[in-house]
């Protein structure tokens, strides 16, 4: 083969003049032809040839040569005029690999297109299509041809020229001899027909397909404007909501302003009503006593004798009840005893020494502190007065209550009750005026823990801070009884203590602005004038008729507002009034002149231009402060009347207080700015913080109370509004509302008066938001143990909005970090699982069958690249495409970006 390569000047002479024998027999055959001929048809040497090239195609160098020579691959293709179908499926085989090389269809089309001008056919591929025809009794040649057809036609990357290659069989009755095949008995036929009809391009249904696709990007635009309406309407029913929710709120605070009232009325009447019953009581002893006394003198009187001297009567009488009743005591000391004062603490009903109740205070009373004085002599009977009102106490008790200081109270109390014998400290609620108050609260056991914990710097409130506030009833050490705290501390325990956290919060310097300068340059002053007043379009006339009467709708807002920059300075106005006197021609002037001596001639004019400003800008400022006070209302309402963040805060301290017992001891509160260090306390494996334990314990312990973000409504909108510049701005409005109010008491102008008819009543609807809204927010502040002054809206209401945001982020990984677990245990188990199936299918069989599974799912997944594979660096590639063709048939992508076989590039660098 080689020596006939070599002297005949061409790569494949011998296949040539083979083939030449087959295809152009068209003079008398010659001796030496016949005796040609007899040797190709006893060897085969046709077969034996494309085989040869088959193999030197198989490394790269040779392969190279064969696509490079001008009609190597055109003589192969011609040899499908061979008889023989073992050498044409032969030749199929080789032209199907070759179409799976970067630039090797576009070859095997030229070649194909020889192919019909040597053998003179009307289409391209017509000779193919006759042998697929007539040789359906060698199902090898049918399968290979019916694999190069679905290559040949798929393998392009445009879909146009595919739809092309596809046309050119349909016009050659490929899809009629498809039909009459499909009940094939032959599987490996079945597989590759049912190949190519799946890689068929039907351009009736991609057009359907497009206009499906066009209506749907319709339907999108659609539903996406429908979208932003339903947007927009959701965002107005919120806004409608939170003026619902404010209105509420507003009349639950005034509900229970009043309910005060009544409790503190009720006090009042409940505390005359038990002087007068006292009183009564009192008298009615005083009268008993006195008869008892009386008969007790009538007795002596009648032992004694008739000789006995008679006491005078008339005048004096009475004067022996006088004389024998005792005088009454002097008053008792009043200083109270350790219970008495843990009575005042604990209040009527709870415990305390028996006795008699104490004398109302002087109005108004407060509620009553009985207990104060204990078992002592009867008093002197009060002095007779008229009925009703009852006579007052005896002077001695009023004077000694009035006069005598109350020492302060004893440190320690007796406990109260349900607390188990806990000592229990009484504290001075701290208020300068008013009557003094006392509270209780129960000492805090140190906790004495396994381990040494790290330590929460959190900032705590001092125990006589604690009345009034969230923290006054909650119970932390209760949590402590449903906790694993042994976990608690395995997770926190610490060897060493981290450096103190940094709390200090950077000051936020403001800008300042400088203070601008107004150029006195009459030349830069009258050119932005000019330029100001073309915007305007109106002349300078209408400009000040519409001014002197408030007329906004021929002068806008805006306008006003750049105008206020140009108003005549008093330098200015003398020029503009010199030269008036001096009857100088007005036409002289510029249009900016005679509009400024217009301009200057208005009477109030900075009071006119401002309250024109005002009036056109209320709306918008009314509209932009209603839903900021709302906000605030609504938040810090929420914020108080929460019962599920209370139970968080209880948690917390709880945790706290188990944290930092031994070292700093317990704490009755903490401030809210400690939320923020819950991220930075971790556990000994840095895993995870104490918030990821948090979480955990409310979703496993208080699952009821892991959705308490729900519960606190607008606190995102809330940590937006500065409360200080919002009130100052309504502080601006009622500023405005009095200019305009003084302007229409001089001038009466209809614009005015219906102005202040139509917004009066809307500016005092702000002012009481305000107001409400500050009081609401310094209660919410004040129920946390914080003060207004030094927490603002902008720092008090952001505190939850990140508190609430992390815990949100604790409970995504607490829940990610389930599934992941989940997950690897389900892993490990399927592990498990296979690892015993691999002990029962250890036959070789089982085996074979494992190793062909996965060789077909390795080219299917390297049959979804849609890249060409390159033949660089390896040889063997070409019987590697052709023994995997053999194995799975050629699928392509049915979209615009066809698919390649073996074209990811693991394999391109494994063979080439």
Known sequence: LSTALHQRNGFFYLLVSSSTLVTRSNTLPSRRTLKNSRLVCKKDDVHVCVMCLRAIMNYQYGFNMVMSHPHAVNEIALSLNNRNPRTKALVLELLAAVCLVRGGHEIILSAFDNFKTVCKELMRFEKLMEHFKNEDDNIDFMVACMQFINIVVHSVEDMNFRVHLQYDFTKLNLEDHLERLKHTESDRLQVQIQAYLDNVFDVGTLLEDAETKTAALERVEELEESLNTMSERLLDVENEAMLKIVELEKQLMQTNKELDQLREVYANANSQVHTLRRMVREKDQTIRRQSRMERQAQETQLAVGPGAPQPQRGEGDG????????????????????????????????????GMPAPPPPPPPPPPMPGTVSNGPYPAPPPPAPPPPPPPPPPCRTSELSSGPMPPPPPVAPPLPGTGGSPTVIFNSGLAEGPLKLFSVKIKKPIQTKFRMPVLNWVALKP??????????????????????????ELFKTKAQGPAVDLTLARQKL?????????????????????????????????????????????????????????????????????????KPLEALSDEDRFMMQFSRIERLSQRMTIMTFMGNFSDNIQMLTPQLHAIIAASVSIK????????????????????????????????????????????????TLLHYIANVVQDKYPAVSPFYNELHYVDKAAAVSLENVLCDVKELQRGMELTWREFSVSHNATLKDFISRNESRLNKLQEDARIAQDAFEDAVKFFGESSKTMPPSV????????????????????????????????????????????????????????QQELITELRRRQGKDSRHVYEGKDGAIEDIITALKTVPFTARSAKRSSRFFCDSAHSEEHY
């Not at 330029?531 to 007329?551: M, P, W, Y």
């Not at 970090?817 to 299918?841: F, I, P, S, V, W």
Request: net charge neutral; charged share 30%.
């Open 319 to 354: 004067g022996v009840a006088d004389s024998a009743s005792p005088s009454p005591p002097p008053c008792p000391n009043l200083s109270p005893s350790p219970e008495t004062v843990a009575y005042h603490s604990i209040g009527p009903g709870m415990g305390g020494a028996p």
């Open 641 to 688: 009347s929460s019962q599920k963040l209370k139970k968080i805060l209880e948690i917390i301290l709880a945790l706290g207080n188990y944290m930092n017992s031994s070292k700093r001891g317990a704490v009755y509160g903490f401030k809210l700015q400690s939320l923020d260090l819950l991220l930075e306390t971790k556990s000994t494996d840095r895993k995870q």
């Open 796 to 851: 008090f209401f952001p505190i939850y909005v990140r508190f609430i945001k992390a815990y949100r982020v604790a409970e995504d990984e607490n829940e990610q970090k389930r599934r992941q677990e989940q997950m690897l245990l389900e892993k490990l188990e399927q592990e498990e699982q296979q690892d015993q199936e691999r002990e029962d299918t250890k036959s070789p069989s089982h085996k074979g069958r494992r190793q």
């Open 464 to 489: 006589s801070q604690i009345n009034g506030t969230i923290f006054n009833d909650i119970d932390d050490e209760s949590i402590l009884q449903n906790l694993d705290m042994e976990e608690f501390e």
């Open 511 to 583: 800008p300042q602005k400088a203070p601008s300068k107004v150029s006195l340059l009459e030349a830069n002053r009258a050119k932005n004038l000019a330029i100001t007043l073309r915007k305007a379009g109106q002349a300078s006339e209408v400009i000040c008729r519409a001014i002197h009467t408030f007329d906004l709708r021929t002068v806008p807002v805006d306008f006003v507002e750049c105008l206020m920059r140009f108003l005549p300075t008093e330098a200015e106005v003398k020029l503009l009034r010199q030269y008036e006197r001096d009857r």
